[in-house]
């Protein structure tokens, strides 16, 4: 802008200027404001047009339909409920690359579960799993209180017309999961199946490779082996999970409890290949279905958090199995849920071909003084099994130290340890003093160590190194320490559990643990640590040392 030369001697001097040039002055001052306006306005104009060209670059635009369908894999569980289907569908509508991207991904449309306590529609369900691939996942849930463990039923929730097309002429089915309150529920959907002409095609039903009968409060079972509810599982399965009602709310006739026995029928057992049983009746059932699992080489067993008692010695199958064990020759994976520690599961069963052994303590103390010489003798000598055993895993369960140490240090031929939400009693040794003390002579032959859900004063990062520098001896080089020798330990990973103190890892870490793994040759995964937020009228509430 101009400036008149009349005034051209105020810009350049202190001179006071008088009425006339002040109101020439201001009049100078309104153009340049009102300009600067303008050219603001065009400036947000140019700005937003700038981000819509540089939104066209983003690399979001470019992130591959396969990587798409993996994130959205990861935001969603497997099997997805009615909430979880409007959330895919949601992210369906947010554009098209996303709807490609995800009818790109079968496996988020494999997984289906229905709410009997809800409208079933046989077609919407058939066009769902048609955009899936295989295997797929059908789950069932009635609701409880379910008029099957009534004692006059008058409707059973899987006793549905769609229920019984889906499964006889709906896409082939990879695994189905029933989830309801009897065993009666099961007969239910079973005569339904058989009431129904026999379609051209080959029934989903007879296909079935895996399949979970979930019972909440009812076993009531045939009084006759060849009528059995066993017999009516398809010949196809080859996985099965039978989680019986537990003792404090089941409800048995007589004549369907014999000692703990079930009825099974030849030939079921031997041609499973994984088996899941939960079951905290007598021990004695446990071990009357195992027996017949020669084959089985993935075993569960859902203890409930009971302390069942150990079989009576009077028991003919008691005495069989206790003499000498009851062998399990091709059992590679044993997972033990819920498991009291004072359990005699280990002197009942022999599993001279096991490979991973994971063990679920439910969220307990363990106070059993001779767990640590139990597990011994059940790998050692029960089982001879040191040759196999590669991987053991310690889940939710809190102890000493000193027991994990006694634990730990029978089992030196192990390669992988799994320490998922282990609590260390407050007073003693965190976990990295624990497993470094005896140096390279404590779990010698261990590649991969992981330590999952621990709380940060159990795992200081800061005692890492010392862990590691114990493992190893050390050369004096100009004053720096450096490793010699070698190391199995390959692979670290350190998961945090959330706490309600905000915490966080020093500035210096991530340096840190290059450093280590430069030194050590480790790779190491290492989270964050997570605060959860409580409000302080309800801290009072909340016990941080609860599992």
């Not at 006071?16 to 040039?21: F, H, K």
């Not at 088996?275 to 279905?289: K, M």
């Amino acid at each position: 802008m101009s400036r008149p030369k009349s005034l051209a001697r105020l810009f350049s001097t202190n001179i006071t200027p008088n009425a006339a040039e002040i109101t020439n002055i201001q009049q100078g001052v309104d153009a340049l404001t009102e300009k600067i306006v303008r050219l603001k306005a065009q400036l947000e104009i140019l700005e937003e047009d700038r981000r819509e060209h540089q939104a066209i670059l983003s690399f979001v635009r470019r992130i591959p339909a396969e990587v798409l369908g993996e994130i959205f894999k990861s935001m969603l569980p497997s099997v997805l409920n009615e909430e979880g289907r409007k959330q895919l569908v949601n992210l369906c509508l947010v554009c098209k690359p996303w709807c490609h991207a995800a009818r790109l991904t079968h496996r988020l449309w494999s997984g289906l579960k229905i709410e009997t306590e809800k409208e079933i529609s046989y077609a919407k369900a058939v066009s769902w799993f048609r955009r899936s691939g295989v295997p797929r996942i059908l789950e069932i849930n009635t609701g409880l209180g379910d008029a099957c463990a009534a004692q006059e039923v008058t409707g059973c929730d899987l006793d549905r017309t769609e229920l019984a097309q889906l499964l006889t002429e709906g896409p082939a089915l990879d695994t189905l999961s029933l989830r309801c309150s009897s065993s009666r529920c099961f007969e239910n959907l079973v005569d339904g199946l058989e009431s129904r002409a026999k379609p051209p095609n080959p029934r989903p039903w007879d296909s079935i490779r895996s399949l979970t009968l979930d019972l909440e409060e009812e076993w009531n079972d045939a009084s006759a082996p060849e009528s059995g509810i066993l017999t009516r599982i398809p010949a196809s399965v080859t996985s099965f999970r039978l989680l019986l009602p537990s003792v404090s709310q089941a409800e048995f006739r007589e004549s369907d409890f014999r000692g703990g026995e079930l009825y099974i029928p030849p030939g079921f057992f031997e041609r499973l290949i994984s088996f899941t049983i939960g079951c905290d009746w007598e021990q004695a059932t446990i071990l009357f279905v195992l027996r017949h699992c020669t084959n089985v080489e993935t075993l569960t067993i859902d203890f409930y958090g009971s302390n069942i008692s150990r079989p009576e010695d009077s028991d003919p199958l008691a005495g069989q199995i206790l003499s000498g064990g009851l062998l399990l020759p091709n059992v590679r994976t044993l997972r033990l849920q819920s498991m009291p520690s004072s359990s005699t599961i280990f002197q009942c069963i022999k599993t001279p071909s096991l490979i991973n052994l994971n063990l679920n303590f439910g969220g307990i103390w363990l106070n059993e003084v001779r767990f640590a010489d139990r597990l011994k003798s059940f790998v050692k000598e029960q089982s001879s099994c040191e040759g196999s055993l590669s991987s053991i895993s310690f889940q939710n369960v809190g102890l000493n130290s000193h027991e994990l140490q006694s634990i730990l240090r029978n089992l030196p031929f192990v390669t992988r340890v799994t320490l998922d939400n282990l609590r260390l009693k407050p007073g003693g040794n965190d976990i990295f003093f624990t497993l470094g003390r005896r140096g390279a002579e404590f779990l010698p032959n261990i590649e991969v160590l992981e330590l999952l859900e621990m709380l940060p004063e159990d795992a200081p990062l800061k005692h890492l190194a010392l862990f590691l520098a114990f493992r190893r001896d050390h050369e004096d080089r100009g004053g720096d320490m450096v490793p010699q020798g070698h190391d199995r330990l390959r692979h670290l990973t350190i998961i945090y559990k959330p706490v309600r103190t905000p915490k966080e890892h020093s500035p210096l870490t991530s340096k840190y643990v290059q450093d280590l793994q430069r030194a050590y040759g480790i790779s190491t995964k290492i989270g964050p640590l997570q605060y959860i937020y409580t409000h302080p009228e309800e801290e009072s509430e909340v016990d941080e040392n609860s599992w």
